[in-house]
């Protein structure tokens, strides 16, 4: 079985620049996940999918971040303009059911902005 | 304020011995407590679910206690190997969200 797959796993940006962060879930897992982790820091969460519906963005800084889930499967986060604080690991989960009982996480996109 | 706390100084440990790393949390009221493992480079990968009405699970060389108490979990780890270094997250479920800690990272010498 394939797990969470996430794409590009490195990306290094000048600050004001745009970027984005891809994730396929699990073949049938409905609820999907981005967290931030920044170094020697527990992931954070940021928005969490129920099918293609965001039921918790409320940690989503919505001036610079987007989220989207098209037809409820693979995901898209986007940054612009990145800044400097931006630079950190960006986590991409998936799991069965609303309730996280387990969470199945990807390698994650690692993002420097210069 | 809610907090969860876990070593962030490394614990250093000799093959063979048992490895205890703590959770504390307050503040949360938790249906159970989770373990990750997570090596450099890499996302976390799930150990072990303890539930609020469990005291302890075990799974192979892994042992998770949980004291809604004390409102703290303990993860041992027995025999330890090298191959254990790694940090270990604890994660506590919020209402719908899971709460992760900062980590501890665990060195297993031989």
């Known amino acids: 079985e394939a797990g969470v797959v996430q794409s590009p796993r490195y990306k290094i940006i000048e600050k004001k620049q745009p970027v984005a962060f891809w994730c396929n879930p699990i073949?049938?897992?409905?609820?999907l996940y981005w967290y931030l982790q920044n170094l020697g820091q527990g992931p954070e969460l940021l928005i969490r999918?129920?099918?293609?519906?965001?039921?918790?963005d409320s940690q989503l800084p919505k001036d610079r971040f987007s989220a989207e889930r098209l037809k409820g499967v693979d995901s898209t986060l986007k940054i612009q303009p990145a800044e400097l604080g931006d630079s950190a690991v960006y986590l991409c989960?998936?799991?069965?059911?609303?309730?996280?009982?387990?969470?199945?996480f990807g390698e994650g996109s690692r993002l420097t902005v210069l | 304020s809610q907090k969860i706390e876990q070593n962030s100084e490394a614990l250093n440990i000799q093959e063979g011995k048992t490895a205890t790393l703590t959770c504390n949390y307050t503040n949360y009221s938790p249906a159970y407590l989770q373990w990750y493992r997570q090596d450099p480079g890499r996302g976390p990968v799930f150990l072990l679910l303890?539930?609020?009405?469990?005291k302890e699970k075990r799974k192979e060389r892994l042992k998770v206690t949980f004291d809604t108490t004390l409102k703290q979990s303990l993860f041992h780890i027995t025999a330890s190997q090298p191959a254990d270094s790694a940090t270990y997250l604890c994660?506590?479920?919020?209402?719908?969200?899971?709460?992760f800690g900062t980590g501890t990272r665990l060195q297993v010498f031989p």
């Open positions: 073949s049938g897992h409905n609820t």
């Open positions: 999918y129920e099918n293609e519906e965001a039921v918790d």
């Open positions: 303890i539930r609020e009405n469990e």
């Open positions: 989960a998936s799991s069965l059911g609303r309730s996280p009982q387990k969470l199945f």
């Open positions: 994660a506590l479920r919020d209402t719908d969200k899971l709460i």
